[in-house]
């Protein structure tokens, strides 16, 4: 079996450990036992990673440290996923392996393309309702793939041009340094686009033997790792993820929930009330995270927000968050701007 997941971490600390943060004094902040962390066999979460992120631009003050990780990453570091990346004949079979076997290294991310006409665009997805929108796990995503390309075909290559769903920061230097291409914010998807011709660029040196070999192994991880990902996942994750899909048509009802889940509404109550919750509380607690997440990502307005969440009114959506938070909509963000 593969040991791509601890490549796939240790290779994301390193990138942070070069941007001048603490990894120990990181997981000791986080209260996070990082030896379990780095010897569990499944891929981080998207959660987690953000979590991660989040702490180390706490403790650096650099809120680019997404883009600037990994301008000089080495595919020969990420394990056999990088070795497979290397030995791949042409373009368009680098990105085939990137989409296929993302789910090696984080759990709530997916990556596919397309193509429109000329152009073959490559959407990166957060599947993780916790982390709709987050700026520096967004722009570690593109830039470590962006990296590895440039690993690949050994020279600067950029693409034609990218799309994020944060807003603009106020300083935007450091995008033409590290990317070398036009930038579009507050877009409704997170896209990288390139020329549809570039996918053809092949690698003549490449081991297609090796490639197939690595690629095998990969796919018994991946299996292994789809089955025990499943399995792992709490009934209360399921009944907010579902809570999170049918909200913006209102908060949905217990036999909804329990429809898309394959059982009946007697059933999912007294499994509820098993973990010592009810379908409200989650419900609840569902809106209040996704609240604090469209709020941090400065992209939606009040009444945008209440809408997403399935409020009729903006003002019922504001006394439902000072239930939550003891603040408005408003303080909770002016606080986050001071607490970055």
Partial sequence: MSEQYPYSLKFALDGLV?????????????????????????????????QILDEAIRQTGNPNIGL??????????????????????NMQQVLRVMCTYVKLSQTGLEVDYRFEKDNCIIDIVSTDWRVPVHRAA??????????????????????????????????TAIYDKSLDCPVLFGQPKNAVIIKREVLKQEKPDADHRLFNILQDDLNNTLAY????????????????????SLISNGA????????????????????????????????????????????????????????????????AFSRAFRRWTGLTPMQYQERSKDNP
């Fill in 252 to 315: 949905p009802s217990l036999d909804q929930v329990a429809s898309k889940l394959h059982m009946s509404a007697r059933t999912l109550q007294r499994r509820l009330g098993e973990e010592g919750c009810t379908f409200k509380q989650l419900t609840e607690e569902t809106r209040c995270i996704m609240a604090k997440n469209y709020i941090d990502s400065y992209k939606y307005s009040s009444i945008d927000i209440a809408f997403l969440l399935g409020y009729s009114e903006v003002s």
């Fill in 225 to 244: 790792v789809l089955k025990e990902s499943s399995e792992q996942v709490s009934l209360i994750s399921k009944i907010q993820r579902e809570i999170a």
């Fill in 68 to 89: 600037t990780a990994n301008l000089h990453a080495d595919l020969a570091d990420y394990g056999p996923l990088g070795f497979t990346l290397l030995n791949a004949e």
């Fill in 18 to 50: 070069k941007c001048g943060v603490d990894i120990d004094l990181l997981f000791k902040t986080m209260n996070v036992d990082s030896a379990s962390l780095l010897h569990q066999s499944a891929p981080i979460s998207s959660e987690m990673w953000c």
């Fill in 138 to 171: 967004t722009d570690w995503a593109i830039t470590c793939g962006i990296a590895f390309v440039r690993s690949w075909c050994r020279n600067d290559w950029s693409p034609d041009q990218i799309q994020v769903m944060y807003e603009k920061p106020d300083d």
